[in-house]
């Protein structure tokens, strides 16, 4: 019953950005209640990160994955790694998209993984070119 409310808040919005994130994550904390699971724990974190902040997502994540029951899911990786490159946190966002290929099977995935990562790696790399002169 609750899945069905969370795939219908889904379907209500016109676009992923319009999902009402609060409604989500509020199913996904009931859905915890009676079904606890760490992929409902994750899935939960997610639709918190959407509505309060990627601050708030990674902070559940790394929660999560300190319990180690997802140190092998290559989703909750996935979603840390851009969670962690949203919020600026390049060394983060690098190792977590490695350990999310490295986990990642479907050859789709890992190149949209490893797309991700040289995004990280020009944005640092652009970065540091403009602040190298700067210290100079």
Do not use: K, W
């Not at 919005?13 to 079904?35: F, H, K, V």
């Not at 029951?69 to 840390?80: F, G, M």
């Not at 490295?102 to 944005?123: C, S």
């Amino acid at each position: 019953m609750l899945q069905a409310a969370i795939a219908a808040v889904h379907a209500e919005a016109d676009t992923a950005a319009a999902t009402d994130g609060r409604q989500i994550a509020c199913l996904y904390g009931r859905l915890a209640g009676s079904q606890p699971s760490p992929v409902v724990e994750l899935n939960r974190a997610v639709a918190i990160a959407r509505s309060d902040g990627p601050e708030s997502g990674l902070t559940l994540i790394d929660n999560l994955l300190a319990r180690r029951e997802l140190a092998n899911y290559q989703l909750a990786h996935s979603v840390r790694a851009e969670l962690s490159r949203r919020l600026g946190r390049i060394v983060e966002a690098r190792s977590s998209y490695e350990r999310a290929i490295a986990l990642t099977q479907q050859e789709p995935e890992r190149r949209f993984l490893q797309e991700r990562l040289r995004q990280v790696d020009r944005n640092f790399e652009a970065a540091v070119d403009f602040l190298l002169p700067l210290r100079l």
